[in-house]
């Protein structure tokens, strides 16, 4: 069985990208973070990021075929405008981690809207690259609970 990393707009960018806000890590230094603590648990780690929601849509329509039984996910500004990704992640029922680098309550109020975080297993939002570690942690204890 599978995790899906699934990382939403411009977050390709990490590391050039608002460092005062995002921080200096880039998102290939995150994926081999994810890589090194999913190695030694025996899962496979799917890692993707697109700037499109079709793109981010069709890679969660898959996952289920693809062998994914959880998500932790960064939908990235699609948090806060895409019904159509939440309904994606309904239509598969994956249970998923909803993560963000940023502390979305400490910034603009519009970020504070998700819509996500109602049907997510739980939130980690403002610890960083951290937050996708702490996320996989939670994902194997969550794992492990139901004898994936
Ligand atoms: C983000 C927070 C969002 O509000 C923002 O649009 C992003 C990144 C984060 O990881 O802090 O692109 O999801």
């Known amino acids: 069985s599978a995790i899906l990393c ?18 200096q890590i880039t998102l290939a230094r995150i994926e081999q973070r994810l890589r090194a603590a999913a190695e030694p648990m025996g899962l ?19 996952a289920p075929t693809d062998g994914v ?31 963000h680098l940023s502390n979305v309550h400490a910034r603009e109020p519009f970020r ?10 739980g939130v980690i939002s403002g610890l960083g690259a951290d937050g996708y570690e702490l996320a996989f942690i939670a994902a194997q204890n969550y794992l492990r609970s139901t004898n994936t």
């Open 6 to 23: 699934l990382n939403g707009p411009n977050l390709n960018l990490l590391g050039q990208r608002e460092p005062g806000i995002y921080g």
């Open 69 to 99: 039984v959880f998500m932790i996910f960064n939908p990235a500004a699609f948090t806060h405008s895409s019904i159509a990704l939440r309904d994606a992640i309904l239509a598969v029922n994956l249970p998923f981690i909803e993560v």
């Open 44 to 62: 496979d780690l799917i890692f993707a990021q697109s700037n499109a929601e079709h793109v981010l849509i069709d890679q969660i329509h898959r």
């Open 112 to 121: 504070a809207q998700s819509y996500f975080s109602d049907i997510a297993m």
